[in-house]
């Protein structure tokens, strides 16, 4: 017998260690081999979605980009439409007046419009007609078109082949010509026909203004009359706003722009932007690390393109893609390294996941040989048996090419057939129960909606309502099943429904706000929605409209609406609400076969009333101002309070103005009716200026400005009657803008100059005195009166610079006066606005230390209305400009409001007796006696007497009689400049001696 030994189980383990260890060893060679391979895999797409996300990028960038160029371009060319129609065809709607002044100059003719929004150019030998009308109807057409087209654009202009510009704003034409490459841009080819049959707007290239001193693009539209190229119109519009549109840059990507001759227009990661730049650095800007990747783009003319480059050491991918308007390229750029950091992480992530996985490799082989039959056929057991007691759940067994494997796979099938079944089967009971679940849920839902609810079929008619319909219209469930879906609507409303079901037919669906019909005749305004209700197949079964009730809100808007449109104490229009009604009377009068008149007037003295009978009283009186207009004007009219006692109407259909006159009688008579005012009784009246339309004006704004001097130009005459606009109210207007913009001028050009009108003692025939007179000589318009510029430097404030100036100039006139020998006395008006500057003692300090003035020497003359204002803070005023040591003087003394109890204690040294009572002088007895009690008043006060106005020896030799002695006037001399005095002194003497 042979003795066998059992096998030995060291024997056994040791083969399936070393077994798993080679297998491991195999795997874990293989796995790195693998990591590598998916690693790089990883890395090429990796860069290729970093590219993709880059052309999304700039696709992106500049589908936005071209969206705005094209909006832009929209503009511009439906301006060039609009210029072309009023200009240059006989179709045009634009006004027949006169144009702003049109200077000529060295072949040149310009103008600046009116409003100061536009100016014009031309040059020639001659202004033809139609350039002035072309003037004129460009004026107009830029008023209008100019203001909105601005804030798209800084620039918007029109230039013809005849060297016509039109310009707005005017800067490029106030002090210079226009640059001869604005002329020159009607050769550029694709202005042409030829090469722009389609006739559309180009795109110029970026170049430097350097009015502006900007980095501009423009937008040149051809223009063409009867099919003949005559010129273009141009927009420009900033670089800098234009780049502003682009995506902003980030710490990820970087974007750059240049254009078709590869000069880089903006680099802002880098730091680079045209629109920066100044005209001094207005060389091309050059990036040499980008200077291949712009040369390979722009020489494949491909629409995209796709590079690398090195910037600063560090690599880079680029996506490049073409913006047709402008033949310009935008670049999206990111740095190469950090699209594959993440990868880099992955790396090592990688190689230690592998490393384990060897580990675990070589210890589940160990274990898969020690029980490769054993632990399969057990686990098979297990399962057969779990799978018989209803464990569904079970795992599904291992399979292999073994029998074992063939019959786990078996197992699984079978497993895996009955678990469906039984799975579908309790699918099937739980989708039931939800279903029926969320049908009830449902059906109770739309059953206690707040919102009103209908359903029809297919073809509108109705199958079901809600509770909350019924209470809404107070119908039964009756009135509703089987009638028509829009029978719901309001009769009211009846020009909607043929709107809604237009919609339904076409669209299937309608949103939007309607009144319901009710059994109650109250509104029902709700917010109305109908939508179709599709099958799976997507046809359509029924509709569903819901319906949410939104009376309050319509009751609100109302309440608002008469809030924001309505005056709340009268009750009438408020301004807001005149404006809608005016522009609609425009817009009605311009197609023609429509007039109006337009009523501007406030309360006479109404600020009397209000101040003496309190404020309640002026609300009372206001409010039966309103109900006797609202009773005797028409209610198609528009009445409205604009503010305070302010008040306007539009008359509707008046065309005439004996119309408008009949109206402003009806006003009047119904103003000056009394009005009981409690225990008061008042009479008011109104000044009321009146402008028709559309015959003074087709603009707003100057129907209003109309208006407004036509009530100022009624006050003027003396209140409580009206007054039609007329051009000449334009045109005072116009020539007190006028004067106040040259007057700012004239002040920095100095063209002002002082003359001199002795004061003669007419006992000795010596010069006592001067008074400084200052005169303005106007480089186009020669002398202009102080009567007109005058009141306009008191009201802008501008008198107290020019007056600060008169002082000092007439100061060092005295001086120079003095070291002649002469008298150097010096008498100088002061205005209001100056005696009430917080600067002026100050001033007139500073002047007499400056020009070594004897204080004594120096006659301030006022008047006595400045005085009377606040009596008070002018005797403190009076007192500091005394203790300065100079001379007071009350000028035109008799004409004003002062007391003698006022004027006793004002610190004056002198009177002057005003010229409207000298001038009559013997003629007029009670001037003669009035300027005798002057004198004698004056000579007890102890004060100096001066007439002014004297003219004639009668008027001398009064003067003397009533010992008056100082005398000013023509008869003597008038206002003289420096140069002259000497002259009149000399004749002065010789006159004396005969």
């Not at 005559?230 to 980030?250: I, N, Q, R, W, Y």
């Not at 010069?767 to 802008?796: C, D, N, Q, S």
């Not at 002469?822 to 007139?844: T, V």
């Not at 002062?898 to 004027?903: A, F, K, P």
């Amino acid at each position: 017998m042979v003795n066998r030994r059992p096998p030995s189980r060291f024997g056994a383990n040791s083969l399936s260690v070393k077994l798993s260890m080679l297998i491991s060893a195999v795997c874990l060679i293989a796995g790195v081999f693998a990591a590598a391979l998916m690693l790089k895999s990883e890395e090429r797409q990796l860069i290729y979605e970093e590219y993709t996300e880059l052309k999304r990028i700039s696709s992106q960038a500049v589908h936005q980009f071209s969206q705005y160029l094209d909006l832009k371009t929209s503009l511009a060319e439906q301006a060039n439409i609009v210029v072309a129609k009023q200009l240059f065809t006989e179709q045009t709607l634009l006004p027949e007046q006169s144009t702003s002044y049109i200077d000529e100059k060295n072949g040149e003719f310009r103008s600046t419009s009116k409003n100061g929004l536009s100016a014009a150019y031309l040059s020639g030998d001659t202004l033809k007609e139609k350039d002035r009308r072309l003037f004129s109807q460009s004026e107009s057409l830029w008023n209008i078109i100019a203001p909105p087209l601005l804030q798209d654009f800084f620039n918007f202009y029109l230039v013809t082949k005849q060297n016509f510009v039109r310009i707005a704003p005017p800067n490029i034409l106030l002090n210079s010509s226009p640059n001869s490459a604005l002329f020159s841009t009607h050769a550029l080819p694709l202005l042409r026909e030829e090469l722009n049959p389609t006739r559309e707007a180009i795109w110029s290239r970026v170049h430097f203004d350097n009015v502006w001193n900007k980095w501009v693009i423009s937008i040149l539209v051809p223009l063409y009359n009867n099919e003949q190229y005559v010129g273009f119109t141009g927009t420009d519009l900033e670089l800098k706003t234009l780049l502003s549109h682009l995506p902003a840059p980030d710490s990820k990507q970087g974007f750059v722009i240049f254009d078709q001759q590869g000069n880089i227009i903006a680099a802002p990661n880098l730091g680079v932007q045209r629109a920066t730049d100044t005209a001094s650095s207005a060389q091309a800007i050059s990036i040499p690390e980008l200077k291949n990747v712009i040369e390979s783009a722009l020489l494949v003319k491909l629409p995209e393109f796709q590079d690398e480059f090195t910037l600063g050491g560090e690599g880079h991918i680029i996506n490049i893609k073409q913006l047709k308007q402008l033949d310009w390229y935008i670049g999206v750029y990111k740095k190469r390294d950090l699209a594959l950091s993440a990868l880099e992480e992955l790396k090592v992530k990688f190689f230690g996941l592998f490393l384990l996985y060897a580990l675990f490799v070589a210890l589940l082989l160990h274990q898969v040989l020690y029980q490769l039959v054993l632990g399969r056929i057990n686990l098979l057991v297990n399962a057969v048996v779990g799978f018989g007691r209803g464990q569904w759940d079970m795992p599904s067994m291992p399979s292999s090419n073994d029998e074992i494997g063939q019959l786990n796979a078996s197992f699984n099938d079978m497993s895996e057939e009955i678990k469906k079944l039984v799975t579908g089967l309790n699918q099937r009971i739980t989708e039931k129960e939800i279903a029926e679940k969320a049908a009830n849920r449902l059906s109770k839902a739309v059953s206690f909606s707040g919102t009103a609810v209908v359903i029809t079929n297919e073809h509108f008619q109705i199958e079901y309502v809600n509770p909350k319909m019924l209470e809404m219209t107070g119908f039964e469930e009756g009135h509703f099943l089987s009638a028509p879906l829009l029978s719901i609507i309001s009769k009211e409303m009846a020009i909607l429904v043929d709107d809604i079901d237009i919609d339904l037919r076409s669209r299937n669906y309608w949103r939007g706000d309607t009144m319901l019909a009710g059994s109650d005749p109250k509104p029902i305004w709700v917010s109305l929605s109908i939508s179709p209700i599709r099958e799976d197949g997507g046809q359509i079964s029924s509709y569903v409209a819901s319906a949410q009730d939104i009376s309050f809100v319509k009751e609100s808007q109302r309440k608002m609406e008469e809030l924001a449109y309505f005056d709340t104490l009268t009750g009438l229009a408020n301004r807001t609400f005149f404006r809608m009604q005016l522009r609609k009377s425009m817009a009605l009068a311009e197609r023609g076969h429509y007039a109006f008149a337009l009523f501007y007037f406030d309360l006479d003295e109404f600020k009397r009333i209000n101040d003496t009978l309190g404020h309640d009283a002026g609300d009372r009186l206001l409010v039966e101002v309103a109900e006797r207009l609202k009773l005797r004007l028409r209610s198609e009219d528009t009445i409205a309070r604009l503010g305070g006692d302010e008040f306007a109407v539009l008359l509707s259909g008046i065309d005439k103005r004996e119309n408008a006159m009949e109206v402003a009688h009806i006003i009047q008579r119904t103003l000056n009716k009394p009005i009981k005012l409690g225990n008061n009784e008042v009479i008011v009246s109104a000044s009321i200026g009146i402008t028709m339309a559309p015959f003074d004006s087709k603009e707003e704004e100057q129907l209003l400005k109309h208006a407004d001097l036509a009530m100022y130009e009624a006050k003027a005459k003396g209140r409580n009657t009206f007054h039609f606009y007329s051009q000449e109210l334009d045109a005072a207007a116009n020539e007190r803008l006028y004067i106040e913009n040259e007057l700012r001028q004239a002040i920095k050009a100095k063209q002002f100059t002082l003359f001199y009108q002795p004061q003669v003692d007419c006992k000795t025939m010596n010069i006592v005195g001067y008074e400084a007179l200052i005169r303005w000589k106007h480089p186009e318009k020669g002398m202009i009166p102080p009567t007109k510029f005058i009141p306009i430097a008191e009201a802008t404030g501008l008198i107290v610079e020019l007056g600060a100036w008169v002082l000092e100039e007439a100061c060092l006139f005295s001086m120079r006066l003095q070291r002649q020998g002469r008298s150097g006395n010096m008498s100088i008006n002061l205005s209001a606005r100056q005696f009430k500057d917080a600067h002026l003692i100050d001033e007139i300090s500073d002047v007499l230390q400056r020009t070594q003035m004897p204080a004594e020497k120096l006659h301030l003359e006022l008047t006595e209305s400045m005085l009377m204002g606040d009596v008070e803070a002018a005797i403190t005023q009076l007192h500091q400009m005394k203790d300065l040591g100079v001379g007071l003087s009350i000028d035109d003394f008799g004409t004003g409001y002062s007391s003698l109890s006022y004027l006793k204690r004002f610190p004056v040294d002198s009177l002057k007796v005003d010229r409207s009572f000298v001038k009559d002088i013997p003629a007029d007895s009670n001037d003669m006696e009035i300027t005798a009690a002057i004198i004698a008043m004056a000579q007890k006060l102890n004060l100096q007497v001066v007439a002014e106005g004297v003219e004639t020896k009668e008027q001398v030799a009064f003067l003397k009689r009533n010992n008056c002695y100082i005398v000013q006037g023509y008869y003597y001399s008038p206002p003289l400049p420096e140069h002259e005095i000497e002259i009149f002194r000399a004749q002065l003497q010789d006159s004396a001696g005969n």
